[in-house]
């Protein structure tokens, strides 16, 4: 899966996601509410006029491949890298230079520490709403991505991907103000990519679907299909303290 995903995302396929991700932090020019701290507190070592950047935190790094892209595009000082997959971890550092890798479940408690990220990101991984709060500073800012009702739509008629339920973006956002998150607003990135046989492979076989790839590569296999990506982009602003929820999907 993870090649697949690799080679998926290494063709361009997923970039407007990408965009959109950096255009949320760019956009958000205080990272936060009114009077948040900066990125980095200085200290007294610190140079007049260094770049203070960055920190960065990919809760559910797979590939690296978004957290690359991100911290590129904004200037990231420091990238942590978040995985259940020693192996994905060990292929999204060296993907991401002078980052730090750590293998977790983020279904549990999460050996991070609180208040360590400026930005953090979770595209298409499971969610754990009081762990980000806490890893998340005052002021910083969450980006979640979830597939929106059309994602995949011509895939599922075929029968080769799994139903999105509706809704999905209006969940994530009440699961998150319950945590003392700021709703600062959705985005929906969607646009046709064409796929042929070989693409759309690598899209099912990166998801939960793999099983169904036969019906995704015999389908009209020897021509295109237009297959529509369509995702949110959900921000939020860290405000208030966790009140201790569980994990969610």
């Not at 960065?56 to 690359?68: E, P």
């Not at 979830?146 to 209006?170: I, N, T, W």
């Not at 046989?197 to 036969?214: F, I, N, Q, S, T």
Request: hydrophobic residues 45%; aromatic residues 4%.
């Amino acid at each position: 899966m993870l090649e697949a995903r690799s080679q998926l995302l290494d063709s361009g396929a997923y970039a407007p996601i990408v965009d959109a991700l950096a255009a949320s932090v760019r956009g958000s020019t205080q990272l936060g509410v009114p009077g948040a701290p900066p990125p980095h507190l200085p200290s007294p070592g610190d140079v007049p006029g260094d770049r203070l950047g960055l920190r960065i935190a990919d809760l559910g790094c797979g590939t690296g491949y978004y957290a690359r892209r991100l911290s590129a595009s904004v200037d990231g000082d420091s990238v942590l890298l978040a995985d259940r997959s020693p192996t994905a971890v060990r292929m999204a550092m060296r993907g991401v230079p002078e980052s730090t890798g750590v293998v977790l479940d983020l279904w549990r408690p999460l050996p991070i520490r609180d208040a360590s990220a400026d930005v953090a990101i979770n595209v298409f991984a499971p969610r754990n709403p009081p762990e980000f709060a806490r890893i998340v500073r005052t002021g910083g800012l969450l980006l979640v991505v979830v597939p929106s009702g059309d994602h995949f739509l011509e895939l599922r008629r075929l029968g080769a991907a799994l139903d999105v339920p509706e809704g999905k973006a209006e969940l994530v956002t009440a699961q998150f103000t319950a945590e003392g998150f700021t709703a600062a607003g959705s985005t929906r990135v969607e646009y046709p990519l064409v796929t042929d046989a070989r693409m759309r492979e690598l899209l099912v076989d990166m998801g939960p679907a793999a099983h169904h790839r036969a019906a995704a590569v015999d389908a009209d296999a020897s021509g295109e299909l237009s297959v529509t990506v369509s995702v949110d982009v959900v921000a939020f602003v860290r405000t208030a303290a966790s009140n201790g929820s569980a994990p969610s999907r």
